[in-house]
């Protein structure tokens, strides 16, 4: 079960790096971390040191909002780990059994961190992959090479100082997000390489007074028995969820309501108003305010957008990455029924706990006609199958204009991690 949750993010993350690979972000980032070394820029052929090729692919992984995601946060494991192992691995030779434990030590600590933090860690303006994910990515690489107690305990210690991460990128949809988890990568492998070379790190790091915890969620109850109860018995990173859509995780019910609402027969120039029932702790985040989200200022910013989200699925029948580009924001037709997109708090949302959605089409005629997703698709409840994982991982690998041998690589590769030969090839 593990093994298959570390093949598919490889296979997922993988796919999104190299989508990404033509993209601003990724160009100044090559342009800006230069430092020359052994290891994969993914999707270019060049290469760079290995925190610099960990900050690069991170970026890219999780650049589109297109990686896969842990429910009860949410917190991005795959963009985080798989950069900061392969890095580690290409620097340190490292075996695939070596790379396995590693992406399976540092998913497993993200997701019983952000258990434990759950909405909090947002509540308090930090974002949660790129906090936790510095000490996801330091018990990753640690694990993958190995490390003795002691410099893992002081790798951790360091980390702790390393987190960082605001969410004002909400503002204005700007590039800090994207730089998160190739941050939290590369802060993984600065801080094993620091601790093994004797650099001390507080060792209470996690429940001191002055620790992460109450650093980054201070409105949290510490209740650490859920980082390590049932360890290695019970798997939170089996429960990964992948994301169908190319946009925010909760948003992705909501998709999938618009797009069977528009398989119904409905046109958009019959929709007088398609109402959304949302869980309050997102609107925040995806719905205020509402006139900008309404018309979103860039691609990226669209992808915080429920209205816009809803009226391209409606219009397009989808979410991908080919939705989410400057012409589609700017498409009148959309933005006309992101007008129309609306949303009312509904008091029994179950958020966090469960990512539901509800729209309500109201038409002009007076017909209401109601959708319901009841949780999120790719997620525990309904995951998606390894055969719609690769073809999704298909479907990016040509958006970012790869040929099949691109494709076959990331097989050798899942096949070389002893996570599954026949990965990834479409």
């Not at 009860?72 to 392969?86: K, M, R």
């Not at 650490?224 to 948003?251: H, N, Q, V």
């Not at 900008?292 to 409606?314: D, E, I, M, N, Q």
């Amino acid at each position: 079960m593990v093994e298959n949750a570390c093949a598919d993010t490889v296979i997922d993350t993988l796919g999104l790096a190299f989508a990404a690979r033509r993209t601003r972000y990724v160009a100044a980032l090559l342009e800006s971390w230069t430092a020359a070394g052994p290891c994969t820029v993914i999707g270019s052929r060049q290469t760079r040191e290995a925190g610099a090729a960990a900050m690069i692919n991170g970026t890219a992984a999780h650049g589109e909002d297109f990686d896969n995601t842990y429910e009860g946060c949410p917190v991005h494991p795959g963009a985080v780990v798989v950069p900061a192992v392969l890095a580690a691995a290409e620097a340190h030779r490292l075996t695939g059994s070596d790379a396995l434990r590693g992406i399976a030590a540092g998913q497993e600590l993200m997701c019983r961190l952000g258990l434990t933090v759950q909405k909090r860690m947002h509540a308090a303006g930090f974002h949660p992959t790129a906090v936790i994910g510095a000490m996801g990515a330091t018990a990753a690489v640690a694990a993958a090479m190995r490390s003795p107690a002691d410099a893992a305990a002081n790798a951790f210690g360091i980390a702790g100082s390393m987190a960082s991460g605001i969410i004002e990128y909400l503002a204005d949809g700007s590039w800090t997000k994207r730089m998160h988890a190739g941050w939290a990568a590369q802060s993984g492998l600065r801080a094993v390489a620091m601790a093994q070379a004797g650099f001390k790190g507080p060792a209470t790091v996690f429940e001191g007074r002055h620790g992460f915890l109450r650093a980054f969620a201070p409105s949290v109850t510490q209740d650490l028995s859920r980082i390590t109860a049932d360890l290695g018995t019970r798997w939170e990173s089996a429960r990964i969820a992948f994301k169908p859509y190319a946009c925010g995780t909760m948003t992705q019910p909501f998709v999938d309501c618009a797009i069977r609402l528009a398989r119904r027969g409905m046109r958009a120039a019959e929709v007088a108003e398609l109402r959304c029932f949302v869980g309050e702790g997102t609107v925040h985040r995806l719905w205020e305010p509402l006139d900008l989200k309404r018309k979103p200022p860039s691609a990226y910013a669209a992808k915080f957008s429920t209205p816009y989200c809803v009226a391209v699925g409606f219009l397009r029948g989808d979410a991908g990455l080919a939705e989410f580009t400057t012409e589609s924001v700017r498409d009148p037709e959309v933005l006309s029924l992101a007008a129309r997109v609306c949303y009312e708090i509904d008091p029994d949302d179950e958020y966090p706990h469960n990512y539901t959605g509800t729209i309500r089409a109201k038409l002009i005629d007076g017909r209401v006609i109601e959708e319901v997703q009841p949780h999120l698709r790719g997620g525990s409840r309904e995951p998606l199958g390894r055969t719609e994982l690769e073809r999704k991982c298909s479907a990016n690998l040509a958006f970012g204009g790869a040929d099949t041998n691109f494709e076959r690589a990331i097989a050798e590769l899942a096949g070389r991690l002893g996570v599954g030969a026949g990965a990834a090839t479409g």
